[in-house]
């Protein structure tokens, strides 16, 4: 079998200049932004990418970034360990039926010397991932908002892996008239559970097994709200004993109305189970619908 060439753009400008030439020539275009060291759960953002971008009958532009974003980390953060394979990403892209990529050739080609504008979505960057990673949805939003504007596409594709990411993104393209279409995808999981994450590579075998106390704690949470229990603190509460118990080191565990992110008292259709914890020190988060 032949994997099919993808085309890489290194300099921001010449990407914008080619997309915004697709554009104004009519084309469709559906944008997945990533950091890389792709894996199943950001192949099928690209493979909906290339279905939404062909939407219409004629053949549309299916186009991801690659770029591991400095300003979303914290000092103290892995950004000098993330992961990288562009290789890799390129082949899983082709696969994947993507056409274009943008892989910056380094963080100043996206945030040069002198850069100081950043964008800032207020509420639904608090609480949560917000409140142990102070700085982090600002350095999201205004990359993200980078992208938009460097590719001008019709539809942009998240997972809901990260669900306050979403959110934020979700207010700011409506907050900011961005006039593009912001597309949540289901999170994709392992066979045992454990959802997909670039960072699944720090952990060592006895991590793994840690880390799927995130996804079995979700999954208990739904069983038992399915079956009637509604309280958030119970329901809470069992989800902290089965990580801590596991031998992670929880963050936190809320359960949250699914579009504005409050906390709720009772779980009801529309609420949403979120969790992050540490296993060793690699930070993970998880998140499932309750019924
Ligand atoms: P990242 O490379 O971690 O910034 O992720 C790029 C995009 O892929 C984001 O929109 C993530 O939410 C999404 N993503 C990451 N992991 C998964 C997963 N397991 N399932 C679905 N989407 C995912």
Known sequence: MTTPEVEVIRDPAAWQARCRADRDAGVRIALVPTMGYLHEGHASLLREARRRADE??????????????????????????????????????????????????????????????????????????????????????TVVAKLLNLTRPHVALFGEKDFQQLAVIRTMARDLDLGVEIAGMPIVRDADGLALSSRNAYLSAADRARALSLSRALLEAQGAAASGERDADVLRRRARARIEGAGARLDYVEIVDATTLAPVARAAPGSRMLVAAFVGTTRLIDNVALP
């Open 56 to 141: 219409g009958g004629r053949r549309g532009l299916a186009v991801a970034s690659i770029f591991v974003n400095p300003t979303q980390f914290g000092p103290s953060e892995d950004l000098s360990r993330y992961p990288r394979d562009l290789e890799g990403d390129l082949a899983t892209c082709a696969a994947a039926g993507v056409d274009r990529v943008l892989a910056p050739a380094d963080p100043a080609a996206m945030f040069a010397p002198g850069h100081q504008t950043w964008v800032t979505v207020e509420r639904a960057s608090e609480g949560l991932c917000g409140a142990s990673r102070p700085g982090h949805f600002r350095g999201v939003a």
